[in-house]
């Protein structure tokens, strides 16, 4: 870990995590600790849990043995510092772009006014401006996760977990929204966990990568990203540390999985 986080107080605990469904071990004996303002990544083969241990992280499911706290509370339901995106757009058909990204508010019976000034700054800062009238089905791919983003921006969270957000959309829309989310990060620093296949993502966008094995799920190895920010896509694959780095994830991929090189 980098001086930088060690100095930053914990935000997320997670102690001797292990989660079962039926007789499959899922996650076995997991211990992590994310620090208030830091990017982790999740990374690991299919198949190793890291979707089930985020969503340990929030509260969405409960483990089996260890225990999860956030701000030093026990995490037993989702906290409502915490918000979510997930893969799939999960934006309501029916909804307009405004519309969704204002759904949780109107949940948590926010007052109106309060709810339009948020969507409208969430809207703006994701660069949908103009769309505030639009369906889904009038929107790219990359859009629709932009509206997913601005949801979970738009509530405020003190902690964001993303789970594989940009696994749907195409390569060159996948890098924009990367260096977006980087953007965005850069100006809020909220603490982030990050779940992902991509070893380039991974690298480009954490502090510090964790990776993950399979059958039963536990943590491989901790790299911290030694790579300066602020940062951008081409800045991380000129640097001098990136291809060493790489070169090390992908081999504890591959143990991670099964296979030998």
């Not at 499959?24 to 890291?50: A, D, M, R, Y």
């Not at 029916?94 to 969704?100: G, L, R």
């Not at 409208?120 to 929107?139: N, T």
């Not at 694959?237 to 099964?258: Q, V």
Request: proline share 7%; net charge neutral; glycine share 8%.
């Amino acid at each position: 870990m980098t001086a930088t986080a060690q100095a930053r107080p914990p935000k997320v605990v997670a102690t001797g995590i292990s989660k079962w469904y039926g007789a499959l071990e899922v996650l076995h004996n997991v211990t992590l600790e994310i620090h208030q303002g830091e990017f982790v990544c999740l990374l690991g083969p299919s198949g190793c849990g890291k979707t089930t241990l985020m969503r340990t992280l929030d509260g969405l499911i409960l483990p089996d043995e260890g225990s999860v706290q956030l701000d030093g509370a026990l995490i037993t339901s989702p906290p409502r510092q915490a918000a979510v995106v997930f893969q799939q757009f999960g934006l309501f058909p029916w909804k307009t772009v405004s519309q969704n990204v204002a759904f949780p508010m109107v949940l948590d019976r926010l007052p109106p006014t309060q709810i339009d000034e948020k969507v409208k700054w969430a809207i703006d800062l994701v660069g949908l401006k103009g769309f505030e009238a639009a369906y889904p089905d009038r929107l790219s791919g990359g859009m629709r996760q932009r509206v997913g983003i601005a949801r979970a921006l738009a509530l405020g969270p003190e902690l964001l977990l993303m789970d594989e957000p940009f696994a749907s959309v195409d390569a060159y829309t996948r890098e924009l929204l990367q260096a977006e989310l980087l953007s965005i990060w850069e100006r809020f620093r909220q603490t982030v966990v990050f779940v992902t296949h991509s070893i380039d993502e991974a690298i480009t966008l954490a502090d510090r990568i964790v990776v993950m094995k399979a059958k039963p799920g536990e943590v491989l190895h901790i790299y911290d990203v030694p790579i300066e920010r602020p940062r951008t896509i081409a800045s991380v694959r000129r640097h001098p540390a990136y291809e060493p780095l790489r070169a090390k994830i992908w081999e504890d991929m591959l143990t991670g999985s099964g296979r030998e090189m």
